[in-house]
């Protein structure tokens, strides 16, 4: 069997597929960074899911793309988590950047965006991957993000600065509290998942001028920051984006990137179905015997 995984901070997509590129099952669980998740932590919390405990003794291949694997320290928190679990399996971890410009290549250069839980960006142009801008995450980054609308969401509320309509509509959606939303930021793990759930909310009011500012807001940042710093952006390479956030948001998206002179491409809400798609057809992975 082989297993292709596309983790977000959130949620990972999971596909099995058999000897033959079938697919047998698919199932989102939880996601994991290494940011934030010890290789235990990680094995642990798999081995509680009974689909993962029917077939980890069958899986040959394991390909993992994760929010946080951006180095080879990272990777190996991941990588550890996994092959003690899938202890017959080539196991092999990257970024989900790389996951990202697999899915949506279309056989020319391009941009590619993950606007999801959190925010990133990178070239692709079909060998390598370029990145010019880090990505420092919930604390300093992740500008157009779930992350970002959820904590502008929850300052605004506590500070009183929604419209009013918005302030009781929160209270009745969240039903929560300052000292509960500061005890979940501040004393508690995964406060970036945290604050990301909070932007359902800005789904939910997507018409509402007040939420489209902030995610226009968000979007131009991101834009400014980490399209426009690739000289490619300036020549008119396509830049296309995955993620739940460019997805809900798609129509504002497209605006900002009209008015930034930015050639928007398309956007991908869950890449993991074109990401199986250029493992079988580009990666050739049911040719592969490889080794830890």
């Known amino acids: 069997m082989i297993l292709i995984i596309e983790s977000g901070s959130t949620k990972a997509d999971w596909v099995c597929l ?4 079938a697919e047998i099952d698919r199932w989102s669980i939880m996601g994991f960074n ?11 919390t798999l081995l509680k899911y ?9 899986v040959d291949q394991v390909w993992f793309y994760g929010a946080g694997c951006s180095s080879e320290s990272l990777n190996k928190i991941v990588f550890h988590g996994l092959t003690s679990v899938f202890q017959n399996a080539m196991v092999r971890v990257d970024h989900d950047l790389k996951a990202a410009a697999f899915a949506t290549y279309n056989e020319e250069p391009h941009i590619v965006c993950i606007l999801g839980t959190g925010s990133n ?6 060998n390598k991957l370029t990145e010019k801008v880090p990505a420092l995450a919930y604390i300093l980054g992740d500008e157009g993000s779930a992350c970002s609308i959820g904590k502008k969401l929850c300052a605004d509320w506590i500070y009183k600065l929604m419209p009013k309509t ?11 509290s300052k000292k509960e939303i500061l005890e979940n930021v501040y004393h508690r793990e995964h406060a970036n998942v945290y604050l990301a759930s909070f932007s359902r909310f800005a789904g939910d009011h997507s018409e509402n001028p007040y939420i489209q500012k902030i995610v226009r ?3 131009r940042k991101f834009l400014e920051i980490h399209v426009m710093c690739f000289e490619e952006a300036k020549m008119g390479v396509p830049v296309n984006f995955v993620g739940s956030v460019a997805k ?17 491409g398309r956007t991908q809400a869950k890449p993991v179905n074109l990401l199986v798609q250029y493992h079988l057809k580009t990666l050739d992975i049911l040719s592969k015997e490889l080794n830890n």
């Open 18 to 21: 058999d000897k033959t590129g």
């Open 34 to 44: 290494p940011y934030f998740h010890s290789a235990n932590f990680i094995s642990q």
């Open 50 to 58: 009974p689909e993962i405990q029917e077939i980890k003794e069958s």
């Open 121 to 126: 960006s990178c070239y692709f142009d079909g």
């Open 166 to 176: 918005l302030i009781d509509d929160f209270d009745d959606y969240f039903k929560t």
């Open 217 to 219: 807001d968000g979007f």
């Open 248 to 264: 809900a948001f798609e129509s504002l998206l497209k605006e900002e990137c009209e008015r930034l002179n930015i050639s928007y």
